[in-house]
Every structure is written in C-alpha cells, then in structure tokens.
C-alpha cells in the first residue's frame, strides 16, 4: 500500500492560513492502513487545528480518494468551505482538486513510499514502481528499493559480511539476493549480465489492465 | 454515546435509489461467488448481498430505532468481511459495493470507524 505521514503542524497551518473555513478530508484506504490519514487522524488533526481562532473545521471520510465515485460524495458537503485539507496520498490529492478546480485543495501528508506493514505503525518501503520487475531473477527481493545504489548487477563492491556499505546496520540486498537463490538452487537467474533498466518510472504512468482498452478515454 | 438518527435519515434520503435496489435482491446468491472474500472463506455472511441487506439494508429499514451499539455490530461484516475491492457483480445491476460503503460512511458520521491501529482489517475481533 501507500505510506505516508503527516505533515508538521506548522506548514499545514501556512497552507490555511487566512482562510476561515476549511474541510479535512480522509482516506479510508492505504492512508486509514498507515495510521496517517484515516477518520481517526481526521478528527486528531481537527483538534490540533482548533487552537486556531475564529475557523470552523469540519471532517469527512471516504472510502478512497482516488476514485471519482467516492471523491463526489464531497459535492453537496463542499459549498461555503473556503479550503480543503486532504489526508490521502498525492493520488488523492490530486483527483480532490481535479473536481473542485476552483477550491484550494492542500495535502496534510506527505506521501512516501509504497510498503508493507511490518507492525503496526511499522512500514518497510519495498517497491518503487521501477515498471520493469526484477523479482522473478531476484528471489523475491528488490534490488531497486532495497539496495542503496539500486543496482541490476550486483553487489557491488561495498558488500560486507552481509551488511551494506552504505550503512552498515542495514542488509545488503545482493547479499540476501545471492543467499535466497543459492538456497533454492537458482544462481544462474543473476549470472547474466543484466541490461541498463529503462527507468521508465521517469516519466508519469498510466495503466490501462489487459482487456479494459475499449474502456480507455483519449 | 448517542449517535443522530436524523442526519442518518438525511444520508439514507440521497440514496434513495439505493432503498430500491436493495428491496429487489432476490438473494439468489449468484453475486457470492465475485467475491473473494467469500470464496476464500465460504462464509455465508460474507456474501455480498448479506452484507448490504445487514447494514445498508438494516439502516433502511429501522433508522428510527438504531443505536450506537446496532453500528458497532455492522463492524464485523461491514469492514471485517469486505476489503471493499468493488469487485462484487449482480446480474440485477444492484451496486452492492457502494451500499457497503454508504453503510460504511453512515457508520463514520456517527463515530463509529475502522481502527487500523487494533488490526489489519480495522476492527479489534474477526
Ligand atoms: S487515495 Fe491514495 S491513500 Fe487513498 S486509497 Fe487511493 S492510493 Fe491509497
Ligand atoms: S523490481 Fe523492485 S521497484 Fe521494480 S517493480 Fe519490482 S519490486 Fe518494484
Ligand atoms: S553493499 Fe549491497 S545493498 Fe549496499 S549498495 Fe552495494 S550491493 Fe547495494
Ligand atoms: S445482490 Fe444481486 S446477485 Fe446478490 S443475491 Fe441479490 S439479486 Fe442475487
Ligand atoms: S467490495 Fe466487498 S463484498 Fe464486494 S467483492 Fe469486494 S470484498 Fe466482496
């Protein structure tokens, strides 16, 4: 899912600063998962907000705020708000201020990786959309997010006793990479040399799944 | 805790449409098998039409008399039991997955929510 947290106080308040009204709105989606931006944070942050003088706050939760469908729910509620806070990711953000393009729309998070729940409030960024996946050659570890150079074709020469050099407390991932494989007998997936990555994610995706290119707009 | 029955009613009145549908289910339980959720469990409260008819549908139906307690209940089957993946389909074209989530949103208006920090599906018990 998407991982986030929430901004310091200090430059949401910037954000609002002047207006006199202004709408939270949450995320039950990745944002509620992480503990950043569900109902419960909407309300948390309403309080942490209403030290300000003189504004009216209210709060509104959706299942996702990158659906359309869901983001119209705001339609009826959103008349007389002079600014809305959303508390989802970019993504959210985004589609919020697409359909009320004349209403100042501002993230209270900030969005920053896609990971896993290792706990609760616990979060490891595993992934980073690179759009070419390497996991079949890597036994189930990303060598993009987790090793520090990201490299294709490694380790490199940093690799000590299993630990990176970058910092010595975290794993190399070629390392581990290197053992998985060795493990299930599967070395020869790395022993070719790979081909420089595309890094495709450089320029903004879109994805239309297999079988919903009709339904695709111009 | 107190929760407000009249802006229930004010929320169910824009899904008026909704009271409709759910009023046609003919529970031929054909929308069961869309849905992962049942299909993993085989659970009978957790088919999509037993899912709406006992929150949306409940809501409809006796607004007037809901407590606190009535929305915490939906918790189990309303978030325990759907990931809200929209992936339910009923061949009467009965949008199953929104009345979940307006039972959803009902619920949050009035305080009553999923908790992520109790588990991973929001609520304290499966
Ligand atoms: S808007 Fe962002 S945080 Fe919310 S469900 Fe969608 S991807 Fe996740
Ligand atoms: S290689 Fe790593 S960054 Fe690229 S898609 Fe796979 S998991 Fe994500
Ligand atoms: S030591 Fe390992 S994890 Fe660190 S940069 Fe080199 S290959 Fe990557
Ligand atoms: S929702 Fe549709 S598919 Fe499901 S039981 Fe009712 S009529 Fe059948
Ligand atoms: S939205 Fe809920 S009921 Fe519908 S298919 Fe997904 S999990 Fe099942």
Known sequence: MVIARIKPIEEILGFISGKKSVLVVGCAGCTAVCLAGGQREVDSLIVDLKDNKGVIFDGYTMERQCEMEFVAELDHLIDGFQAVLSMACGAGVQFVAERFPGMPVFPALDTVFVGANREVGQYQENCRCCGDCQLAYTGGICPVALCAKGIYNGPCGGSRNGKCEVDEKTACAWCQIYERLKDQGRLDQIMNIKKPMKWKNQTQGTLVQRGYEKFQQD | ?126
């Open chain 2, 1 to 126: 805790m107190n929760i407000d029955t009249k802006k229930i009613k004010s929320m169910l009145d824009r899904k008026g449409r909704m009271k409709i549908f759910l009023s046609v289910c003919a529970s031929c339980g054909a929308c069961a098998d869309s849905c992962f959720y049942y299909r993993n469990s085989g659970d009978p409260e957790s088919t999509p039409s037993y899912k709406a008819l006992n929150s949306l549908g409940i809501m409809f139906r006796k607004w007037k008399k809901l407590d606190y307690d009535d929305l915490t209940a939906m918790k189990k089957l309303i978030w325990g039991k759907c990931v809200m993946c929209r992936r339910c389909y009923c061949p009467l074209g009965i949008d199953i997955s929104s009345a979940i989530s307006w039972a959803r949103t009902i619920c949050r208006a009035n305080g009553v929510y999923e908790d992520f920090s109790e588990g991973p599906s929001g609520i304290k018990d499966k």
